[in-house]
């Protein structure tokens, strides 16, 4: 009976996400973009804003969604941290069973994770570098350029 209604609940998210997508496509870029500026003015004008001194943000989407960019390279540019979505996690590497010939560093593999986390961003040259996973949101790699796991959000 459980596998029944798991199965409900499956078909039921993919035909909203499907509705959702279809009504998302729907509204121009140029709405967007304008409602996009009134969000940003709104966040940035915030007290909530002025007193925070780390924030999270999440990555827009091509299309459909709120476009967060003004909002992330302001948090960077005013100091505060800025924290994104990643949806990467690391995998464990196999244990080896013997001597180590090498001391260089084990290369992290990355899946995608069941649960996303929030990471840090330390400056807008990392938000620009940001690439797009499978699902096409740009998230940063796992690790900082100088090879260290970055900072999640508390």
Request: net charge neutral.
């Given at each position: 009976?459980?596998s029944?209604s ?13 509705s959702?997508?279809?009504t ?7 709405e967007?973009?304008e409602?996009s500026?009134k969000?940003?003015e ?5 007290q909530t804003?002025a007193?925070a ?13 709120v ?7 302001s ?5 505060k941290k800025?924290y994104v979505p ?7 590497p196999a244990?080896?069973t013997?001597?180590?010939?090498s001391?260089?560093?084990?290369d992290?593999?990355?899946e ?8 840090r ?6 938000y620009e570098?940001?690439?797009s996973n ?5 998230e940063?790699p ?7 796991i970055r900072?999640?959000?508390?």
């Amino acid at each position: 009976m459980a596998s029944t209604s798991i199965v409900a609940l499956r078909t039921a998210k993919r035909q909203l996400r499907r509705s959702m997508a279809q009504t998302l496509s729907a509204i121009h870029s140029e709405e967007i973009a304008e409602q996009s500026q009134k969000v940003a003015e709104q966040v940035l004008k915030s007290q909530t804003y002025a007193r925070a001194r780390s924030i999270s943000v999440y990555i827009h989407m091509d299309t459909g969604e709120v476009i967060t960019d003004q909002i992330c390279r302001s948090i960077l540019k005013a100091g505060k941290k800025l924290y994104v979505p990643l949806f990467a996690s690391p995998c464990q590497p196999a244990t080896a069973t013997g001597p180590t010939v090498s001391a260089a560093p084990v290369d992290v593999k990355t899946e995608f994770a069941t649960d996303m986390v929030m990471v840090r961003l330390r400056d807008v040259e990392e938000y620009e570098g940001m690439i797009s996973n499978r699902w096409g949101i740009r998230e940063p790699p796992l690790t900082y350029a100088d090879g260290t796991i970055r900072e999640e959000g508390e």
